[in-house]
């Protein structure tokens, strides 16, 4: 699902984990799995989607 960064920060991601075993929040353009769908442009607004599931269908 493509979404802004700042949005995508309220969606919980299944790789990051408290030392409890609680899941944590997407980091956004912080995690190396980040993709925009726009590369020349990644700004704070831009959309982009979590890379680890593929690309969604409107990605591109």
């Given at each position: 699902?493509?979404?802004?960064?700042?949005?995508?920060?309220?969606?919980?991601?299944?790789?990051?984990?408290?030392?409890?075993?609680?899941?944590?929040?997407?980091?956004?353009?912080?995690?190396?799995m980040w993709r925009y769908k726009h590369p020349q442009r990644n700004?704070?607004?831009?959309?982009?989607?979590?890379?680890?599931?593929?690309?969604?269908?409107?990605?591109?």
């Amino acid at each position: 699902m493509l979404m802004p960064q700042n949005e995508a920060k309220f969606r919980y991601c299944p790789f990051l984990k408290t030392s409890d075993d609680k899941m944590r929040f997407c980091v956004g353009a912080q995690c190396m799995m980040w993709r925009y769908k726009h590369p020349q442009r990644n700004g704070e607004g831009d959309e982009g989607y979590c890379g680890l599931a593929g690309k969604p269908a409107g990605a591109m």
